[in-house]
Each structure stands twice: as C-alpha cells, then as structure tokens.
C-alpha cells in the first residue's frame, strides 16, 4: 500500500485547512487510519486514529478543532482543521494504523510522505 498526502500550505491563525490522503495498492474500508504530526525538535505526535468499526483516538492537543473522515469510495481519507494555531505548525503525515479496541492509543504502520503546514500569527 502506498499513502500520498497532500493539503498543505500557509494559513493565517484561526484559519482552516484540509489535509487530503490518497491510498493505493488496497482497499481503504479495510484499515485503521490516522493522521499524525511533527514539529520541528519534538517526537511525532499522534492526533486523530479512527478503526474500521469507528472506534476513536482524539490527541489533546487537537480536540474541538480537528476532524477525520474517511471516503472508502475514494480510497481518501482526511483530516478537517479548524481554528489553527501557529503551535499547529507542523509536518502533518497520514498513516494506516493501529489502534487499541476502546479507542486509547493508536500507533502508526504505514505512512504517507509528510506534508507541511505553516501557521501564521
């Protein structure tokens, strides 16, 4: 399988954006998904997991802001951002995942090249 995001770019703060991620090579109803990111200097950060059967991983850090959604149709899934923060700034990757059953913690398994977003105070 093989993950492309894209999305990225400059956003003032408070502002919004859509990170898209595109898989090929298998069928995307069959996987636990995730998005994740890294500022620079700190470890990669998990944001938002979601399993097969809706199950779902919220970090912290993104909640009430952020969303995930999935299109199996498409084979996309995407991550809704809303109200950014310039802490939001970050390179943000998408990922098959794991997850634990209730939802606590996931962990990425396959991932997508990182795409880059820059918030602006």
């Known amino acids: 399988l093989q993950l492309q995001a894209s999305g990225g770019g400059l956003v003032h703060s408070g502002g919004s954006l859509r990170l898209s991620c595109v898989v090929s090579g298998g069928t995307l109803g069959y996987y636990p998904i995730g998005w994740f990111r890294q500022s620079q200097g700190k470890e990669r950060e998990g944001l938002l997991c979601v399993s097969t059967d809706g199950a779902r991983y919220v970090g912290d850090s993104v909640k009430g802001r952020f969303t995930i959604a999935r299109d199996n149709a498409k084979n996309t899934f995407y991550l809704q951002m809303n109200n950014l923060k310039p802490e939001d700034t970050a390179v943000y990757y998408c990922?098959?995942?794991?997850?634990w059953g209730d939802g606590s913690d996931c962990w990425g398994d396959s991932w997508g090249q990182g795409t880059l977003v820059t918030v602006s105070s």
């Open positions: 990922a098959l995942v794991h997850m």
